[in-house]
Structure formats: structure tokens, C-alpha cells
């Protein structure tokens, strides 16, 4: 168990819709990561947050956005919703941000299927 | 995109070492080298870490070349819960920071 804990598991929505994934990072991370591992494809790096603020950006869609909260969970939107947006949603987090050193604690996914 | 090369898949024998490598052919000298694993669909799983140093700790050892252009992650007696995809890292450094990028990682095949 790395401590970082997402929801819902296991999202199945429709074409067109919007969907909110959660992220609640470990105890004491103040930076939050998400990714995105479509079907046989790599992890892609979207968006990370640190303390609140967006901290760096990645190939993240514009219908997508993210948001971090003072209790530091985050929340990744995703609207307007696209067959190809099917895929597994990563959240990490970290203690600090910015720096060369520090792993990533990784959460279990979130599996979105859009029908 | 990574900053590094790995082989795209690789097998080993239940029992025996797995060696596997990594080209980071331009890393600086302050960037530190990560492995993380990823088993089947789960979460990323980080292994290890080190800058010039070899490190080693409960999970596997990591031996870095002196010009640290390239690196070795050993699993000393592989099993089959070892089978997964190893993502060797070096961090990208933008204008927000540090980013971890995966490239396609070495998919190990651990054989009964």
C-alpha cells in the first residue's frame, strides 16, 4: 500500500460526459501528479500540482483540467468525453516538487471506460 | 521525451539474476537515476535510485557506470511476482521543475 488513495476504481461512462477522478496523496506530500496509460500505451505525464499551485504541465488535454485543494487531495476533470479518453488514470505524490531527488508513491489507478 | 534507452523486453530463469540496462547517455551530473516497476495494470512501484554510487537496498541493486552514462538494475534471484515493466528514469528538468517521464521500459519476462 503506497498511502495515496484514488476513487472511483472503476468509472463507465458515455461519449460526451464529464467525469471527476479523486486523489488523496499520502500523509506529510504536499505534490500531487497525474497520469494517464491508455491500452498497451506507456504512462503520460498530464499535470502536477505542489501546495495548491500548478507546478508543471504535461500533454494534458484541454478538456481536461485539475485542481489541488488546501487539504491537498486533487481532483482531475475530464469533459466532454472521447472513446479515446478510455484509459488508466495515475495519481503520485511526493513530498517535494522540484527537486533532481525523491520518489513518486503511486496510487492503484482509476479505470475510466467511455462507451 | 525520456531521457533514456532500455531494451523493450527481456527473460530470466526463476531463481537466477535479472540484469537490466539503461543508456542515459546525457545525463547531467547532478541527475539522479530512478527505477520504478509496474506490475500487470497496477500503480507504479518505485525500486531504487542513485546518482554515482552503486546502491542497494531490499528489492534490488543498482550499479551505475563511472561516466554514468548508463546503468544496471539487478534483481539478485528473480520470481515470478518479478515479471513486469521497468521504467528507468532521469528526470527532465523544465520551467516548473523536475518531471518524471516514462518511456516504453523493459517488459521482464520472469520464466518458471
Known amino acids: 500500500d503506497s498511502g495515496v488513495t484514488q476513487t472511483p476504481k472503476h468509472l463507465i461512462t458515455a461519449t460526451g460526459q464529464r467525469v471527476t477522478l479523486r486523489c488523496s496523496p499520502r500523509?506529510?506530500?504536499?505534490?500531487v501528479y497525474w497520469y494517464q496509460q491508455s491500452l498497451d500505451q506507456g504512462l503520460q505525464f498530464l499535470i502536477q500540482y505542489y501546495n495548491g499551485e500548478e507546478r508543471a504541465k504535461g500533454n494534458i488535454l484541454e478538456r481536461f483540467s485539475a485542481q489541488q485543494f488546501p487539504d491537498l487531495h486533487s481532483e482531475l476533470n475530464l469533459s466532454s468525453l472521447e472513446l479515446g479518453d478510455s484509459a488508466l488514470y495515475f495519481c503520485?505524490?511526493?513530498?517535494?516538487?522540484?527537486?533532481?531527488?525523491?520518489?513518486?508513491?503511486f496510487g492503484e489507478g482509476s479505470r475510466l471506460t467511455v462507451l | 521525451d525520456a531521457k533514456t534507452t532500455q531494451p523493450p523486453s527481456m527473460d530470466c530463469a526463476e531463481g537466477r539474476a535479472a540484469n537490466l540496462p539503461c543508456n542515459h547517455s546525457t545525463i547531467s551530473g547532478n541527475e539522479y537515476v530512478y527505477w520504478y516497476r509496474q506490475i500487470h495494470s497496477q500503480g507504479p512501484q518505485y525500486i531504487i535510485h542513485g546518482l554515482k554510487n552503486n546502491e542497494t537496498n531490499e528489492m534490488a541493486s543498482l550499479i551505475i557506470t563511472e561516466d554514468r552514462k548508463s546503468s544496471t538494475l539487478i534483481l539478485p534471484h528473480a520470481t515470478l511476482r518479478d515479471t513486469a515493466v521497468y521504467y528507468c528514469i532521469v528526470r527532465v528538468e523544465d520551467t516548473g521543475g523536475f518531471k518524471t517521464i516514462f518511456g516504453a521500459g523493459t517488459r521482464l519476462f520472469v520464466k518458471a
Open positions: 503520485a505524490s511526493s513530498v517535494v516538487p522540484d527537486t533532481n531527488t525523491g520518489e513518486l508513491f
Open positions: 500523509s506529510g506530500d504536499l505534490s
